[in-house]
Structure formats: structure tokens, C-alpha cells
């Protein structure tokens, strides 16, 4: 059994963001910088520059005109929107050295994708939430912390798989049952080393969570909500949503109506190979999780 304060001080075990990331992510949040320096600190390293620009003209976020640098788009989009970005586009190539057995790092980024897609969406009905950005940056670290036990200790990965299909057994309990802690907790420790905002750190501790409290009750929720629902079969209509829905706890948490979480769920079905292809992700690998 592994300790998670082993797990964490073990050099190498839970990843660092790239520094051309923290660099960029500091200009962002300075309100000295000017989109000018932020695009020059980009252009460091023209395969993230690439991507960023490959995801802002993507049909996702159907912008009328192309844009074609990053002091166009700080211009254009805002600085909240560029970070968010920025972090996706580095996430793939943080843990691109994993190749364990029986862990599909294409699997992995459908479901974290889809579930990002229906939290935007959802974050977008609430009239209370202003950044909905945040969420489909929460719905892609979601269950982060799967890579970290997947890179980290990939032997006992089998033997939580082994348990979850063999014993019939809840895949948290399995993770706590061979490692003594979960990939929540994980996910929770990797958020405060990349020093997340509070938001994301709680949608990924909480996201298996049936109820949600505290201040961030509702954002939590509407991610649980998105990664429960972006498992399940797309319903043929608004009916057979309600009735998916029944199985769900808690769901009317999120104040979204069922029509609007069938929407969301059809944007998610649509869209998501297209964002995956923005963000790198797809071709990684063609094996399946066990």
C-alpha cells in the first residue's frame, strides 16, 4: 500500500506544468503585461502557440473570423478564456509519457472531453455563473488523478481493474481497498502542486460525490452530474433524459431543466471528437480500459 504523502514527495510521481505554462500563466494574471508580451512569451514555443490557435478557431467556439496570433486573441477572448487554453493544451503532452497496459489514454480523454463539454453547457444555463470556461476546464481535470495512479503505480492499476471487475466491487472502494487512497484525492493533491483555483480543486475532489454543500455546492454539482452523465448512452429524446435522470441522485442540484441537460449531452456526442482533435488528444492509442 502506497502512502499519499509518498506519493506526492516521490520525485517525478505527481507531474509539474510546463514552465513555459507557469511563465504565460503569470503574464495572464498581471495586470502590467500587455498582449503583445504574453504573445511573445507564447512564441517561445510554437507547438503550444499551434494548438492554442488551433483550438480558438476550432468550430467549438465558432468565432465569425479566424484569429491568427495571440495578441489577437487576448484582444478578442480575454485573458481568463487564453489561461484556460493554455492549461488544456499543455495537458496532453504532461502525461503523453504514460504507456501502461489496459489504460487507453484515448478512452480516458473521450470521457474527460465529453464530460467538459455538458459542464460548459450546463454552467451556461445558470444565470449565477459567469465563468463557464471554468467548467469544461473542470470537466478535463475531473479524474486527473487516474493518470497520476496510472503513471505513478501502474502495477497496482491491475489489481484495482482486477477487483472492480472480478469482485463487483466500486471503484473507489478498490482504489482505497489497494492503495489507501482514491484518484479524488490524488486529483486533490496534484491541484493544490499546480496551485489550481478552488473551483477545479473541488469539482475534482467532489465529482463522485451524491450531494453537494458549501459555497461551491452548485459548480461541484454540475460536474458530478456531467461525468456521471457523459458515461451513459445518449438519450433518444427529452423523455428517456428524464428518465435517466431518475437515476441520478440529486441532479436537480444543478437548477438545469432536462431538456437543457439533453441538449448539453447531444453537443457532448457531436462535438467532442473535433475538441479532442483541437486539444491533441486524438491517436494517442487505440487500446481500451479494462
Known amino acids: ?63 465569425p ?32 509519457n504514460i504507456n501502461i497496459p489496459n489504460f487507453s489514454m484515448q478512452d480516458f480523454w473521450h470521457h474527460s472531453v465529453k464530460t467538459a463539454i455538458i459542464a460548459r453547457h450546463l454552467a451556461m444555463q445558470n444565470v449565477n455563473i459567469l465563468d463557464h470556461e471554468a467548467f469544461f476546464t473542470a470537466g478535463l481535470l475531473h479524474d486527473i488523478g487516474k493518470l497520476v495512479i496510472a503513471k505513478a503505480t501502474p502495477h497496482a492499476l491491475a489489481k484495482i481493474n482486477e477487483k472492480v471487475e472480478n469482485e463487483d466491487m466500486d471503484p473507489l472502494e478498490a482504489e482505497t481497498a489497494i492503495l489507501g487512497f482514491t484518484h479524488l484525492e490524488v486529483g486533490g ?47 433518444e429524446d427529452e423523455v428517456q433524459m428524464e428518465k435517466i435522470l431518475e437515476t441520478i441522485p440529486n441532479w436537480q442540484q444543478i437548477d438545469s431543466p432536462p431538456e437543457q441537460i439533453h441538449i448539453a449531452c447531444q453537443l457532448a456526442d457531436k462535438q467532442w471528437v473535433e475538441v479532442m482533435g483541437s486539444l491533441g488528444m486524438q491517436g494517442r492509442d487505440k487500446r481500451s480500459i479494462a
Open 65 to 96: 473570423n479566424k484569429v491568427t496570433s495571440i495578441s489577437h486573441a487576448v484582444a478578442l477572448l480575454g485573458r481568463g478564456l487564453l489561461k484556460h487554453m493554455l492549461l488544456r493544451s499543455v495537458l496532453g503532452d504532461v502525461f503523453s
Open 1 to 63: 500500500m502506497t502512502n499519499l504523502e509518498t506519493l506526492i514527495q516521490q520525485s517525478g510521481k505527481l507531474p509539474s506544468l510546463p514552465e513555459i505554462y507557469v511563465r504565460v500563466a503569470e503574464l495572464l494574471g498581471s495586470d502590467d503585461s500587455t498582449a503583445p508580451q504574453i504573445g511573445e512569451a507564447l512564441q517561445t514555443d510554437p507547438m503550444l502557440t499551434a494548438k492554442i490557435l488551433t483550438m480558438i478557431n476550432s468550430a467549438y467556439y465558432g468565432l
Open 189 to 235: 493533491a496534484l491541484m493544490q502542486k499546480w496551485g489550481m483555483p478552488p473551483l477545479l480543486t473541488q469539482c475534482v475532489i467532489s465529482h463522485h460525490d451524491a450531494s453537494h454543500e458549501g459555497p461551491l455546492a452548485v459548480e461541484t454539482a454540475i460536474v458530478a452530474v456531467a461525468n456521471q452523465l457523459s458515461h451513459l448512452a445518449l438519450a
